[in-house]
């Protein structure tokens, strides 16, 4: 969620090209003040950063007084109270596209989300932003008012993506009806319709109502979620989201994420339950990305993914982590969920699958997959059991249609015999595979009669 940036601002190589003459200058000039990050910035005089603010696309945690002249601004990251970045987008109203306005999560109480119109005072707040902003992000806030919020975002057509990190005080979603059917969808409390992707942090045991404000977007498409979305106790009542245009889920969670009460630990059919109330009754579905990073991705999962979006999933990355060592997880049933998904999914085209430790399966990528005339790239990583580092030979397939194809690496693969056999013995029934990488070594595809006299290096 949060802005790629380099660790320091040291642009001494660049700059001193910029010396070579005028054109050099005029080209690279906006590549070193493109992003202004007050925090890696804060030793740079006022003066020079006033001089060149005119060229800053991304500008975050605001650290000079200015003037700014930033009319080129893309994304903006700000605290609410952060006096000089507010008055320079009242003032200037640049064409952001990108915002994310924080609050200080070490702030008792925490501070409330500011909903209102007014512009009094150098408070930034949500509603004074530009017209322009399609992706809003808060972070660290507490909102008392969760009807308010979502009439707000009613009010902003332009928005498209939202992003809620640490957000507090949605404990109890205001559906009209108190008590929801389990059979039937939940009627939404107000609908939004120009919201298509929901990103959703729960590192820090947000409530997982806020999930139900899913059924206000009946047009989202795309839903991340990191950390666990389900409650700490033991008891675990289902909710029924039926997020029928869903086309991509991406969920996270890892080890590290997890706290001293592991209660709240998506387990494997936590993940089938959520799958299942997304994409709704059987063959409404529509998803065609899953991504997920889990300890426990077992039948359940695998089976309702398989049930939910055999005819649709095209891109499917599972990275399975390290699991704890005292929860009971079958590990070799994560194995053999992987294999369902193969079996099952006949439009994929596009695997991703790592593992964080060694095992002994891998015949769980055996069997007939079900996309092998469509699927495009396959990447297996992951600590193999008694690896052994093997010599790739040059492997001749003729897929038909008088075609012959090479498949060729430059290098050694850290992989079991065994699995490579099994791998192989699927990538010569793939027409459109054009992409193999096996423990970080990439195999090429070429034609025959195009074969170069060079070996190609990994990647």
Known sequence: METNRAANFLPEEILSYT??????????????????????????????????????????????????????????????????????IKNLQPPISRLCLA???????????????????????????????????????????????????????????????NIRGIDKFPYSSSVIVPTSSPQPYLIIPNITTLCLDFLREGSRAILEMATCFPNLNRLEIIGSWMPTEEYRVPI?????????????????????????????????NLIEDLTGPHGMGKLRTFEARLLDFEGWSSETLVEQAKDTLEVFKLHIGEMYGDIGISVESSYWAINDILKGCCKLKKVWVRYDYDFPYAHHFEGHWASRDTLEELEIHGGWVGPVLRKFKDVTVNYGGGCTWIWRAGGKICASPELWEIVLAQVKK????????????RIFKIKKHRLPRFVIKNI
């Open 103 to 165: 609050s200080k999560s070490s702030k008792k109480p925490r501070a409330k989300l500011d909903l209102s119109e007014d512009s009094i005072g150098n408070t930034m707040k949500v509603s004074s932003f530009p017209a322009t902003v399609t992706n809003l992000e808060l972070r660290n806030w507490q909102v008392d008012s969760v009807p308010d919020f979502l009439k707000f975002l009613s009010r902003r057509p332009q928005l498209s993506r939202i992003s809620l990190d």
């Open 19 to 88: 010396l070579v003459s005028k054109t050099w200058r005029d080209a690279l000039l906006p590549v070193c003040w493109e992003l202004y990050d007050g925090e890696f910035m804060h030793f740079i005089p006022n003066r020079v950063i006033s001089k060149y603010s005119y060229l800053f696309k991304v500008f975050i945690n605001c650290a000079h007084k200015g003037p700014f002249h930033c009319n080129n601004l893309r994304t903006v990251e700000t605290e609410y109270r952060n006096a000089p970045c507010y008055q320079m």
């Open 430 to 441: 793939m027409p459109r595979l054009w992409l193999l990488r096996i423990n970080g070594v």
């Open 240 to 272: 029924h989201l039926y997020c029928l245009n869903l086309t991509s889920l991406s969920l996270n969670y890892t080890q590290e994420y997890g706290d001293s009460n592991r209660w709240n630990m998506p387990t494997d059919e936590d993940v089938g």
